[in-house]
């Protein structure tokens, strides 16, 4: 089976909200999608999100390396998947979003060759998991109200943006856990913005609280210093900022264990190949994955989730992304009842609607 066209677009996407997290404010995002034609008259669509704070990425420049790499692509041989991948790694090295955007799409293809859904392909292990749902930094009142819609949505797991404010932090957490008589499940996402000594205030006030996780706590450059803090913290801590290839997770699990969970993000480590290899990495070295977004396209939310139930590793979700977006140019991709996820069946990645 040979590609005989990629198609390459973009789209400014608004948010239903400006969403803040430490140290930004975002009003919408750029998505890239593509889209690959095979001579078998059988499409495959990705999409990847591009953004310097997060991948690395200039977003024009992201764009043009690959309408550059559509042209090259013309009469590749997608049956030879594995030599593709790799290559990929190679041409798109320093572009991971836009590297995932024809990643997912080339998984996408292969699997409707098939006529069966890519996690079938990938091979099941899991046939479902809750998502958390993200409240981003804001003032007291306002958290708890948005926690409560989205309690009342049918989530059960909140993840709070923090890392501004230690104490205000504190007081969040304290306000979410009683919200119910048993209390939602709390994970937190610090977004590198906390030091030493906010992090060892934080769990010592909130530790009896039993957060579920804590993402990302220090800076990604401080991996040494999370050795400091115990084994009990280190165990819920996540890698985020500090993951993005399957070298970091080696990096990550050699002699090391700074973190006992990694958040794996198509958009950072260049889509499902090397997010695959990252989980075996993970699944061998007897680490916890999450699977975790940005905000986007329910095309990369839908591939995410076909690789997080393909394997053995995974215990979280937070895969709520496409939630802030006002539109999108797809439907379908999944099927999300009160807060749990699972794959809707469809050949593929299970997106319809072309772009």
Not at 306 to 324: I, K, M, P, Q, R
Not at 328 to 347: A, F, H, K
């Amino acid at each position: 089976m040979k590609i005989v066209s990629v198609n390459v677009h973009k789209h400014d996407m608004q948010l239903k909200a400006p969403w803040a997290i430490a140290g930004r404010v975002t009003e919408s995002v750029q998505n890239i999608f593509v889209e690959i034609q095979s001579n078998k008259e059988i499409k495959g669509i990705g999409s990847g999100a591009p953004s310097a704070d997060v991948t690395g990425e200039n977003f024009t420049a992201a764009y043009n390396r690959l309408q550059s790499m559509a042209e090259k692509m013309i009469g590749w041989d997608v049956d030879n998947e594995n030599h593709i991948l790799e290559r990929l790694q190679s041409d798109l090295k320093d572009f991971p979003a836009a590297r995932a955007a024809i990643d997912m799409a080339l998984f996408d293809l292969l699997a409707k060759s098939e006529k069966t859904p890519l996690l079938e392909r990938l091979g099941q292990v899991h046939e479902a998991f809750p998502t958390s749902i993200t409240i981003g930094v804001a003032p007291l009142e306002k958290t708890i109200k948005d926690a409560k819609n989205h309690l009342q949505e049918g989530f059960k797991i909140l993840k709070l943006k923090i890392g501004e404010n230690v104490d205000e932090d504190i007081d969040k957490v304290f306000a979410l856990s009683e919200l119910s008589s048993e209390g939602p499940l709390i994970r937190v996402d610090a977004n590198q913005g906390y030091s030493i000594e906010d992090l060892e205030k934080f769990y010592e006030k909130t530790r009896h609280l039993g957060l579920e996780l804590i993402e990302q706590p220090l800076p990604k450059n401080q991996i040494k210093e999370m050795l400091n803090f115990p084994k009990e913290l280190r165990d819920i801590c996540v890698a985020d900022e500090s993951l993005h290839s399957p070298a970091d997770a080696i990096q990550l699990t050699d002699k090391i264990r700074p973190f006992g969970i990694f958040n794996i993000k198509l958009m950072k480590c260049g889509g499902i190949y090397p997010a695959l290899k990252i989980a075996k990495i993970a699944e061998n070295e007897d680490i916890k994955l999450m699977w975790g977004c940005m905000d986007e396209s329910k095309i990369s939310i839908a591939a995410a989730l076909h690789a997080a139930l393909a394997s053995s590793a995974t215990e979280y979700l937070d895969l709520d992304g496409h939630f802030d977006l006002k539109w999108d140019l797809v439907s379908g991709g999944y099927i999300c009842e009160n807060g749990v996820m699972t794959i809707n069946n469809r050949p593929g990645l299970g997106v319809y609607n072309d772009i």
